[in-house]
């Protein structure tokens, strides 16, 4: 990925960039931790990180980057159309799916806290669990996270 722009910084180091990837053209946010720390990198959608919660400054950084670019407020919903991923969880969430993502020092999984309906069972062995595993991590990206709960 080219043409990183860097939006933002924390007191302690951490540095957040824009780009894009240039197969898909999706537009993805970087996230850099200080050296100090490891200097972990996590690349997000920028519609996932902008929908995270609870919001932090670096998200209404990204916001007013966006709103520079256009010259008004951006819909986060239209940085990109819908993805297959996105489409994928809220199906699974409609059909009553009960699981969680699970992110931890970058390691992405769900957690079923609940038993959950035969109907979302049955969507997510169909449709979500033969995915490669970068492709599942796209779409429990997208699921309510555990630390929601």
Same mark, same amino acid.
């Given at each position: 990925?080219?043409?990183? #722009?860097?939006?933002?910084?924390?007191?302690n180091?951490?540095?957040?960039?824009?780009? #894009?990837?240039?197969?898909? $053209?999706?537009?993805?946010?970087?996230? %850099?931790?200080n050296?100090?720390?490891?200097?972990?990198?996590? /690349?997000?959608?920028?519609?996932?990180?902008?929908?995270?919660?609870?919001?932090?400054?670096?998200?209404?950084?990204?916001?007013?980057?966006?709103?520079? #670019?256009?010259?008004?407020?951006?819909?986060?919903?239209?940085?990109?159309? #819908?993805?297959?991923?996105?489409?994928?969880?809220?199906?699974?969430?409609?059909?009553?799916? /009960?699981?969680?993502?699970?992110?931890?020092?970058?390691?992405?999984s769900? /957690? /079923?806290?609940?038993?959950?309906?035969?109907?979302? $069972?049955?969507?997510?062995?169909?449709?979500?669990?033969?995915?490669?595993?970068?492709? %599942?991590q796209?779409v429990?990206?997208?699921?309510?996270?555990?630390s929601?709960?």
């Amino acid at each position: 990925m080219n043409d990183e #722009k860097e939006f933002a910084v924390s007191s302690n180091g951490d540095q957040w960039l824009l780009t #894009k990837d240039p197969a898909t $053209e999706q537009v993805i946010v970087v996230h %850099r931790g200080n050296p100090s720390s490891g200097g972990h990198e996590t /690349r997000l959608p920028a519609e996932v990180f902008l929908n995270q919660r609870p919001r932090g400054p670096e998200q209404e950084a990204l916001l007013a980057v966006l709103s520079e #670019k256009d010259g008004q407020a951006p819909n986060p919903e239209c940085l990109t159309s #819908k993805t297959h991923s996105l489409n994928l969880a809220e199906e699974y969430m409609r059909l009553g799916g /009960r699981r969680r993502a699970n992110v931890d020092d970058n390691i992405i999984s769900t /957690r /079923r806290w609940e038993d959950e309906p035969a109907e979302a $069972e049955a969507f997510w062995a169909e449709n979500i669990a033969p995915l490669d595993a970068g492709q %599942r991590q796209q779409v429990v990206l997208h699921l309510p996270s555990t630390s929601d709960t």
